[in-house]
């Protein structure tokens, strides 16, 4: 193998020479790019001209309408202006999609490849059955790869004697699994070919009496029934923890050469934190190190299993590319799974992440770091600075100084100085080196070291997110592959619990990042990150923030649905245009890229219906910032990984099965009774008032989100499967639904009360009328409404000549308006009251010493009685001009009479 920037004793970090046949290609996925750049501006300047509408309507109307309609117009403003951040920053990764393939067959020959650890990481033998990890583990065993350049390692988080049980099965029956595998060139996963879901395998149908199938039957009953039995038990250790253990299983005692196993279980003690999935990945990286110490490293989760063989020969196109190596930190594959139904209602394809986003930053500075399916060098989780060796960055310091960063192990450090492996040694490590790995596996191991700086890091429920950012911080970069057969596939959710369990954790450490001083619109901006490589990671990280835009949206609108306050223009209105565009241009975008990615019509409508998360999101958001604060701390929570029958037949079935989610069930239930409520309530309004001009846009939006909440209205009304909403959950959501219509209904009313009553006051003084004329102008009765064509101000003083003192239309220039008119009383309690003669009368002295206007108006203004006044021929005996009453919220049905069609159409004023 050619030189690159290893000793000569063989460097895991070494590269090929350059090629005349390249090992991988890559291209801008046209026309996509121009077709996103060309929606974006359009939707850009529709959503500039909501924006604009939203604005200006608050800032000019908001001193006319009702302290309740002002405050609903501001919170919708916010709304979009959130929104409308989050679509712009989320743009970067359509900016520049980009797609790659890989050309393993031009690789070297197996003697050129670089040894590859593989980490799978398991957590909990009950959510997560010991028998689907081993089926991960024989898989990742069976990769295309050479035996001896080739080490799993099982990380068991839980400290489950069954785990090691199975690993030790399961070890035995890859023994025959893996020549079977290679004679006949079949898939690696054992499950799919031979019991599954109740079809014969594949393995029974090649031949009865295969020697492997009846050995995986043996090794699943032996697994089962010890899980059944409890012997071995479930967990070992007691309350307070256990200690670590290191076990390595290797094939001398068998015929076949098998790649080597290691289990690892690390120590945990409840007064000493174990960084959850980073710690133990962090842990097999010291312990690797000191057994196998390949350079490149495979990170799976337990039911994320190798479906390519070919995955580890393709990533290493990437790898050994002297092109792009020194600067590649890890090679990302997609999350794919196999157990979508084809009604996908819980959006467990994940489209939208691994079709779109991660081929957008791509074509940036690389994927992020996605938590399993990832080839990562192992130079760049040590800190190594992109384009050298932790070997020659360790060099010029001191052995004291490698340990303040690495710890006190003199095996581990002399790892590090000696170079990384190029080849594995087929034997069992010595006793010194699994009592050293066993040091490394403790708990206290990392105190008064940086190893919250190295490797994976901690701080965080998201770790991958976390550590991409930071590698990519540093200068790295990455590769994102998405081969036309799937390299992993998992287990998918068919529950509604294990999506929001996903949602909240995914969500924690999204907006954990968003809000830290590593925030990637401050912080990212001063690493090597480009400027759109930083958007794309603000939009992740501020993701979250959308069910707050959702929220608003399901809320307000309906609410002010049912008190009639409009919040959209009206139906026949210009502007109504611009929200409808800004709305379907989403719709239709979304649409568009479930199209062309292979989806149908039913995936873009479960991803309207399910994507955004809301209970999930909102619940968790709240979790974070108590956690910013320091009130509550964060969990990592473990998916369960088992199905069920009954749940994937609900799945084809587009049921949803809300078993086991508990009240993170209560703000969508209540989001669908409000929206319930308003459509219904707010039909009956329109009916009733004619408005249906003015409410057309909230009527939609309420049908809309009563349309997409269906199945949770089915669920709480009509199922009586296990799946449906808990009974409790239901009285809960109702209850709650209806304290929250009347706290709305009293805050409207006391809000209106304090704008009535407070400022200005609705009247001044005591029981005996007014008192004095000091304070703010609002209590010394000087206050103005202006409409457009009338100027109403009112003043009680006893000489009405003051006006001219305090009016700013009057001071110095005398030029005063038309008309005054004022609108309060000088009165007492002691006098007679007579309302509205003796505010007309006052009207009357007032203007008679300020603009003494030969004609007055009462209420009404209207310019034909300007026309009727000056006719000479009526002038001299009119006067005055009555015009008829009218009413505006009159119904079809006038049941009332309210029109008062006999006075004003037929009787008296006809008469007159």
């Known amino acids: 193998m050619a030189g690159g920037r290893g000793d000569e004793e063989g460097d895991g970090n070494r590269q090929l ?18 077709i996103n750049r060309l929606l974006m501006l359009v939707h850009s300047a529709a959503l500039l001209s909501l924006l604009y509408y939203r604005a200006t309507h608050l800032l000019l109307h908001r001193s006319k309408w009702p302290a309740a309609a002002a405050l609903a117009w501001a919170l ?71 035996v001896e350049k080739l080490s799993v390692y099982l990380s068991d988080d839980g400290g489950s004697p069954l785990t090691l049980f199975a690993a030790r099965e399961a070890y035995r029956f890859a023994a025959a699994w893996l020549p079977f595998c290679k004679k006949h060139k079949l898939p690696v996963r054992p499950r799919r070919h031979t019991s599954l879901h109740g079809v014969v395998g594949l393995l029974a149908m090649i031949t009865s009496s295969s020697r492997a199938a009846l050995l ?151 994927p992020f770091l996605s ?72 708990c206290a191991y990392e105190n008064d070291t940086r190893w919250v700086q190295i490797g994976f890091l901690y701080g965080t429920v998201a770790e991958d997110f976390y550590t991409g950012y930071h590698l990519h911080g540093r200068g790295w970069r990455s590769a994102y592959v998405y081969p036309p057969v799937p390299a992993f596939l998992g287990t998918a959710p068919t529950r509604v619990h294990e999506t929001l369990i996903q949602n909240k954790r995914w969500a924690s450490g999204l907006l954990g990042l968003a809000f830290s001083r590593f925030c990637p619109l401050t912080y990212g901006m001063l690493s090597k990150n480009s400027v759109l490589q930083c958007l794309c990671y603000a939009s992740l990280a501020f993701k979250p923030l959308e069910s707050l835009v959702i929220l608003c949206y399901t809320t ?16 026949t209105d210009r502007w109504f245009l611009v929200f409808a565009s800004v709305y379907a241009s989403s719709l239709c975008h979304l649409l568009w890229e479930n199209i062309s990615n292979g989806g149908s019509l039913r995936t873009w409508w479960n991803e309207c219906r399910f994507s955004h998360g809301l209970p999930s999101r909102n619940r968790k958001a709240n979790r974070v910032f108590l956690k910013l604060v320091g009130a509550v701390d964060v969990n990592f929570d473990v998916t369960s990984k088992l199905t069920d029958e009954e749940q994937i037949q609900n799945c084809e079935k587009g049921m949803y099965d809300f078993r086991g989610s508990g009240y993170m069930l209560l703000p969508l239930a209540i989001v669908t009774l409000i929206n319930l409520t308003a459509l219904l309530g707010g039909m009956t309004r329109i009916i009733r008032q004619s408005s249906y001009n003015e409410m057309f846009g909230q009527f939609s939006l309420s049908f809309y989100v009563t349309l ?91 000489d009405p000549t003051s006006f001219q003192s305090w009016c700013p239309q009057c001071a110095g220039t005398y030029v005063l308006p038309t008309l005054f008119i004022n609108l309060s009383l000088i009165k007492s309690f002691i006098v007679d009251k007579v309302y ?21 108006c009462w209420i009404v203004i209207c310019t034909q009685t300007t026309q009727c006044h000056l006719d000479p021929r009526v002038s001299p005996f009119l006067a005055f001009v009555q015009f008829p009453q009218h009413f505006h919220n009159i119904p079809k ?17 006809t008469g007159f």
């Open 556 to 571: 307000i609108p309906p609410l002010c649905l049912l008190k009639g306050i409009p919040l959209f223009p009206q139906a």
């Open 836 to 856: 509205g003669m003796s505010t007309f009368l006052n009207m009357q002295r007032v203007s008679s010493l300020i603009s003494n206007a030969p004609y007055m």
């Open 216 to 366: 995986y039957e043996d090794f699943k009953r032996r697994v089962t029934t010890a899980a059944m039995e409890g012997s071995p038990p479930a967990r070992r250790g007691g309350d307070d923890g256990y200690p670590a253990e290191v076990v390595v299983l290797q094939d001398q005692e068998l015929n076949t050469r098998l790649p080597r196993l290691v289990y690892v279980s690390r120590e945990k003690k409840k007064t000493i934190p174990h960084h959850f999935k980073a710690g133990a990945l962090n842990m097999l990286l010291r312990v690797s190190s000191l057994i196998s110490n390949a350079p490149y490293i495979l990170a799976l989760d337990c039911d994320m299993y190798p479906n390519n063989t070919m995955s580890a020969r393709q990533a290493m196109c990437f790898h050994l590319d002297p092109r792009v190596s020194p600067l590649l930190a890890f090679v990302q594959f997609p999350q794919q799974f196999h157990s979508i139904p084809k009604n996908d209602i819980y959006c467990a394809e994940l489209r939208e992440p691994f079709r779109i986003l991660w081929c957008g930053c791509d074509g940036l500075r690389g």
């Open 17 to 34: 020479p350059a090629r005349h046949a390249p090992l991988h290609a890559g291209r801008v996925q046209q026309p996509r790019a121009a």
């Open 893 to 909: 049905n006038d049941i009332y009479c309210a029109e008062h069609r006999e006075p004003f159409r037929v009787s008296s004023m």
């Open 708 to 798: 997409i909440t269906y199945p949770v209205i089915e669920a709480m009304s009509i199922r009586k499967d296990e799946g449906r909403f808990p009974t409790s959950i239901t009285l809960w959501s109702a209850f709650l639904t209806m304290m929250l219509l009347l706290l709305y209904e009293e805050f409207e009313r006391g809000v209106t009360t304090a704008a009535m009553e407070g400022s200005p006051p609705a009247r001044r003084g005591g029981d005996d009328g007014p008192r004095g004329s000091s304070g703010p102008p609002w209590s010394r009765g000087e206050h103005k409404i202006t409409t457009p064509g009338l100027r109403l101000t009112g003043k009680e003083e006893d």
């Open 371 to 442: 938590g399993t399916g990832f080839y990562i060098k192992r130079e760049a989780l040590y800190g190594a600075t992109p384009g050298s060796t932790i070997k020659e960055e360790l060099q010029s310091k001191e052995l004291f100084q490698c340990k303040q960063y690495f710890g006190q192990s003199n095996e581990f450090v002399s790892s590090l100085l000696s170079g990384l492996q190029s080849s594995i040694p087929n034997q069992n490590p010595p006793s010194r080196i699994l009592q050293e790995a066993t040091l490394l596996a403790s």
């Open 76 to 146: 919708m403003l916010a709304a979009e202006l959130l929104g409308s951040f989050l679509w712009a920053i989320s743009q970067a990764f359509r900016w520049r999609p980009y797609a790659r393939d890989a050309f393993p067959e031009r690789l070297p020959g197996d003697g050129h490849l670089p040894p590859i650890d593989v980490f799978l990481c398991t957590a909990d033998p009950v959510t997560e059955p010991a028998v689907g990890v081993m089926n991960t583990m024989v898989a990742a065993m069976c990769l295309d790869y050479p």
